[in-house]
Each structure stands twice: as C-alpha cells, then as structure tokens.
C-alpha cells in the first residue's frame, strides 16, 4: 500500500489453543508445560499432505480471525498459567513481524517461545526471530530436493541452511519428518536424512518421525504402515542418533525416552501425557548422565 508491504494477518490468528509442549512435538523442553499456541493463516510452502490446509492454504480475507494483537497474546498466555507461546500450525515465516513482536514481549514476561516451523526463511529475518525464540522444531521433510518441489513447492538447501542456522545458535532445536508411504519411505532416504542430523547437529538432536494420514491432495494413500516407523526409529537410533521417536502412533517404544549411557528408561509418555520421570536436574536418575534438553522447572518426581 503506497509502496509499503503491510501484513494482512498481524494480530489477527485464525487458530489459538493450549497444547501441551510434548504436541508441538518437543520432548526435550520442559516436559509438561501447557503452551499458549497460535497461528494466522498462510504458509509459504504448499505441502500435499498439509494436516492444517484449511488455515494454511487460505488467504486471510477468507477466514474470520480473532483480535489479538502481541499483548493480548502474551496477557492470555500468562492468565491461562502456559510457560510459553508456540508459534504453530500454519508457518511463522509468513507472520513473520507478529512472531517476532509477540516473542520480544513473552520474552521480557518470562514466557518461553517456541517456534514450529518448515524452515523456509533467509538468513538475516531468522537471525532476528531466534533472538526471542528458545526452542525450535522444524520439519526436515526430506533429504530430496525434488520431493521439495514436486510435493512442497519448496526447495531443500534454505531448510538445512535454517537448522544449522538454529544449531549454531544456540536454540534448543528438534527435528521432525513426516514418512509418506511410496513418496519418502525408502530406508536409503531415511538413513541419509539421519546422517545428515547426526553430522550437522549432533548424536543428542531429537528427530521425530511421524506418521501420515491421508489429508489434502494425497487422500489416496493410505497411512504410513508402523513397521517403516518403527524400522525407521532403529535405523536412525542405529546410525547413532540418541533420541529418535514415532509421532502420530501409539507404539509401544516410540514415545520413550531412554539414558543413552545406561539404557534406563527416563520419560515415559502416554500420548501427550507425561507418565513418569526419571531425569533428575537434567541427569540420568540411575547413572547420572546428562541428558541433552532444557530441563528447568521439570519437578522431581
Ligand atoms: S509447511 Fe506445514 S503448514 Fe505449510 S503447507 Fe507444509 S505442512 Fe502445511
């Protein structure tokens, strides 16, 4: 407007709910706290498989947002007791200024940010969120960059860009990938991506992998079969990573988390739920290794 770029969605989120953190997914943050969770509408990618098309794929004027702008936000935060505010859903790239005028207030509130992200943004505006923001998960779709494009409408490179970025930052980040049946499940594929974790970011980076529901433009699949979830959660565990999960799926192993100095089991989790604790001020209960993760105000248990 009269040579200015004006965002339509500023203080105008579309979805606004509490989730517990484990949800975003981050199993290595405070485990347990409620997370005051937004998002307007838009995405700057165009996923196949989006869970969240109907917000994602919209443009603003055809949903009814609610008025919330940046102090709301974090006043509602603080009066429904949430330790942080999760940037989620659609894409925070694409709300970009109000991501980053909320999380400068919940930062000097004492709320944590969280940010849930594809990883789809240049070097110098991600400088300036991870100012405010302490943990991230970013979807790690692939390691192909003609999966990007031809079922994203995205590229690779910028996303790996965004995790070292993120890594060498110091925000305590996670990884997830959404296995697809027929379109990313090649064990080659899956073992390249956990490589690259492993190598980029380090043995104690969390990756989730998740499981696919038929949504969007690919309701001709069918599910992601539990066995390549599972297969894929030793592989990866194989290849050296110490924290590897299976998300949307109830398995038996998939939500545990274990000491990997000793074996001792130390979160286990029922759905979202945190059923027991064993990690001590951020250590193993039996050997006392440190586990990797930002662990304040976890209560002994
Ligand atoms: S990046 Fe996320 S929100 Fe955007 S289209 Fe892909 S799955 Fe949907």
Not at 35 to 53: D, H, M, P, R, Y
Not at 136 to 158: E, W
Not at 242 to 265: D, F, H, Q, R
């Amino acid at each position: 407007m009269g040579g200015e770029l004006i965002s339509l969605v500023y203080g105008r989120p579309v979805a606004v709910h509490i989730d517990p953190v484990e949800k975003k997914p981050l199993f290595h943050f405070i485990p347990g706290i409620d997370v005051f969770s937004i998002a307007t509408a838009g995405c700057n990618l165009k996923c196949e498989f989006c869970q969240n098309w109907e917000i994602s794929q919209a443009a603003p004027e055809d949903l009814t947002p609610y008025d919330m702008p940046p102090e709301v936000v974090v006043e509602n935060a603080l009066a429904h007791g949430c330790e942080a505010i999760a940037y989620t859903y659609t894409e925070p790239v694409v709300y970009f200024e109000y991501t980053r005028d909320c999380a400068r207030l919940a930062r000097e509130a004492g709320i944590k940010n969280i940010l849930v992200t594809a990883g789809y943004i240049n070097r110098g505006p991600l400088s300036e969120l991870l100012e405010y923001v302490d943990a991230a998960n970013v979807d790690l779709k692939s390691m192909s960059d003609t999966y990007y494009r031809n079922v994203c409408g995205g590229t690779l490179q910028p996303v790996l860009d965004t995790i070292i970025q993120m890594k060498e930052s110091g925000t305590w980040i996670e990884i997830t990938n959404l296995i697809v049946p027929m379109l990313n499940d090649d064990p080659d594929e899956i073992d390249s991506l956990a490589r690259w974790v492993l190598e980029y970011t380090g043995c104690d980076t969390p990756l989730h992998f998740s499981r696919f529901f038929p949504m969007y433009r690919l309701t001709d699949l069918p599910p992601t079969p539990l066995d390549i979830l599972q297969g894929a959660r030793e592989r990866a565990s194989d290849i050296g990573l110490n924290y590897v999960y299976v998300g949307n799926a109830v398995t038996s192993e998939g939500t545990l988390t274990k000491c990997p100095e000793c074996g001792e089991i130390l979160v286990v989790r029922h759905g979202y739920m945190i059923m027991e604790n064993n990690i001590l001020n951020g250590n193993c209960r039996n050997c006392s290794a440190p586990i990797a993760g930002v662990w304040d105000g976890m209560e002994e248990q």
